[in-house]
């Protein structure tokens, strides 16, 4: 068997990398990761997204540009994010224009398919993705 390297010095150091946050079965999930995205917006200040999802109104989807503190604080905001489960993301791009975030790139992505919904959000780049 062969040895592995050593890992890189630097792998404990922060980087400049999106944050993610997600709650399961806890009442009022999206206030709890609104209150998570807060504490991760220095990891992107560009925008912000934060899905949910109930029995009773499926998956429900709220992504702004801007702070979390700016979009994700009103009661009536949360009050539109029901459920036991929610993920949310705060935005740090690291490829094409700076400030140039359109509505389109914020997440969770969120999808409709013949067996049900499906809302993520990822940390890094799609290397072979279109320009």
């Not at 980087?15 to 991760?40: M, Y």
């Not at 992107?44 to 109104?57: F, V």
């Amino acid at each position: 068997m062969k040895p592995t390297a050593a890992p890189s010095p630097d792998t404990d150091k922060l980087h400049e990398e999106c944050g993610v946050f997600g709650i399961v079965g806890v009442d009022d999930a999206a206030s709890f990761t609104a209150l998570g995205l807060h504490a991760l917006q220095h990891r992107g200040q560009e925008a912000g997204g934060i899905c949910s999802w109930s029995e009773e109104s499926g998956f429900n989807l709220v992504r702004r540009l801007g702070y979390v503190r700016d979009n994700f604080t009103s009661p009536q905001v949360i009050a539109s994010l029901p459920g036991r489960l929610a993920i949310g993301h705060v935005r740090y791009s690291t490829t094409g224009a700076k400030g140039q975030t359109a509505i389109r790139d914020v997440q969770p992505l969120f999808a409709e398919f013949a067996m049900g919904g499906c809302a993520i959000a990822h940390n890094g780049n799609l290397t072979n993705a279109d320009a």
